[in-house]
């Protein structure tokens, strides 16, 4: 081996000197096993070199010793290139620096030609790579990991040997991992709907064809619907590619897998059903409908005594009482379940709250005007509205008080007794149940100041155990407008 004149030696300590602490104190590349590169967002899957342009890769060679396992890098399935050389070994000087850095550093020398010398590979998977000793040349067969090991026998300047030099036996290891060709990789479908259900975010997965082993892997994804937030993660196990979007909207997905561009469709619809509070008579019939939605629908009721309801969501009153009519849509990701709380009533009930409704939206409220066209306070809401079925409340002309409302149906026997939330989820009050909020130094009945229509129940969702949640709905006020205490529920 050619020896290096005294100048060139100590520019090149000066470059890898400073080249090696960066090394110690950053790190170049920790591996710790299957290393996705997915998030290394510098660097471009479709930016790599495939079939294409050669990649030169330099050798950190130590004497006597394999280097760190920093020395490995990502490749792909036709990658090709020349080995080059770079030698560190360490020096006896280096002022400032911590001690364990100058005891590596001892003896630095650096070599970057490796004239004359014998050069050996020793590759343990050769199924992966090929080199060409007398070329240096590498090829990428096939993905995997393949380890090679280079040893030299260098000439190293020493002037305590006759001959100014003395023989050393170089060592150097760098991992090949390469990533599988993806080449033949297809996306099982081109257009993927998905859906947003209850809020939640709407997710669908596509099964990636004729797909290379993923253990070493690159992925990345673009939408050409920035607004759409979708995101995109790649499951190595499956083989399948997970979207996601919170948003609305249509876009065009690029996925680039080991450098293999794909390319699919998104559609994100929010889907729901049409109502989820919904008052019928008894035999009455109706239907209810999932919007934007294409794909299998299983319905069911909580109670088919109550409601019945058939496959394509039509519903029957069958008796007074309240159920959970749902629909379970197959096949999506996370909440699958939607549905509409449904109360049937007696005959003619259903008038009944809808008139109260009406009153509260199209009449103006005020206590003196209560009982003139186009006003109401409470108490001439409930009488109103009751009297479309024949219930006065003991008083045909004109409207009595809330707290006379309520001392009438105590003397027909007609109290539930206090409000309890607990008895709403059990979904025990009926629409029309008439609220009294008691509590007033009034002299009147209980100190009962106001009346309000309960109108219902509406469906919010269900929680982990599939059990549903419910807001109690008004006639004229929004829905769980009250917190329950001790006022009073009643039934004309």
């Not at 006896?92 to 550093?105: H, K, L």
């Not at 070599?111 to 050769?126: L, N, T």
């Not at 007609?414 to 989820?425: H, M, N, P, S, T």
Request: glycine share 8%; with cysteine.
């Amino acid at each position: 081996m050619k020896s290096l004149g005294i100048t060139k030696i100590r520019k090149k300590l000066a470059v890898l000197t400073f080249f090696f602490l960066i090394c110690l104190v950053g790190g170049i590349f920790v591996y710790s096993g299957n290393v996705s590169v997915a998030k290394k967002k510098a660097v471009k899957p479709e930016r790599m070199a495939v079939h294409q342009t050669k990649r030169d890769v330099r050798l950190h060679n130590k004497d006597n010793i394999i280097p760190a396992e920093y020395d490995r890098e990502f490749f792909h399935v036709g990658d090709y290139g020349f080995i080059t050389f770079a030698s560190v070994r360490s020096m006896s000087d280096m002022n400032g620096a911590p001690s364990y850095v100058r005891q590596n550093m001892a003896n630095l020398i650096t070599v970057d030609e490796f004239a004359g010398a014998k050069i050996d590979y020793s590759i343990d998977r050769p199924e992966v790579l090929t080199i060409d000793a007398d070329k240096h040349l590498y090829r990428i067969l096939k993905g995997g990991e393949a380890t090679v090991i280079i040893s030299a026998k260098v000439d190293v300047p020493d002037a305590t040997k006759q001959s100014g030099y003395r023989k050393e036996r170089w060592l150097a290891k760098f991992t090949f991992i390469v990533m599988g060709d993806a080449g033949a990789t297809k996306v099982a479908k081109k257009k993927l709907v998905s859906y947003i259900v209850n809020d939640s975010v709407g997710s669908v997965d596509v099964a990636l064809k004729d797909c290379p082993d993923l253990r070493y892997y690159s992925f990345d994804y673009a939408s050409s619907n920035s607004a759409m937030c979708v995101k995109a993660e790649l499951d190595t196990i499956t083989k399948k590619v997970h979207l996601e979007s919170y948003v609305e909207g249509e876009s065009d997905i690029t996925l680039w897998l080991n450098g293999k561009k794909l390319k699919l469709k998104l559609e994100n619809r929010e889907t729901g059903i049409d109502r989820t509070h919904h008052i019928m008579d008894v035999g009455d019939v109706s239907q209810l409908k999932i919007e934007k939605y294409h794909g299998k629908v299983t319905w069911k009721s909580t109670n088919k005594k109550v409601v019945s309801v058939d496959k394509d969501g039509n519903i029957v009153g069958k008796k007074v009482g309240n159920a959970i009519v749902y629909a379970s849509l197959d096949g999506l990701h996370g909440d699958q379940l939607v549905g509409c709380a449904v109360s049937i009533v007696e005959k003619g009930h259903t008038a009944v709250v809808e008139e109260g409704a009406k009153i509260g939206k199209t009449c103006m409220y005020s206590q003196p005007m209560r009982m003139s066209p186009g006003f109401y306070d409470c108490s001439s809401l409930v009488w109103s509205a009751y009297g479309l079925i024949g219930i006065d409340f003991g008083l045909a002309e004109y409207a009595p008080t809330a707290a006379s409302e309520c001392q009438w149906l105590a003397e027909q026997d007609k109290i539930l007794g206090k409000w309890d939330r607990y008895q709403v989820q059990k979904m025990v009050y009926r629409p029309g149940d008439l609220l009294f909020r008691v509590g007033a130094n009034n002299d009147r009945y209980l100190g009962i100041y106001h009346v309000e229509m309960f109108a219902g129940y509406r469906l919010l969702g269900f929680d982990d155990d599939g059990e549903p949640l419910l807001a109690m709905c008004w006639a004229n006020r929004p829905d769980d407008y009250y917190d329950p205490c001790d006022d009073i529920i009643g039934r004309p």
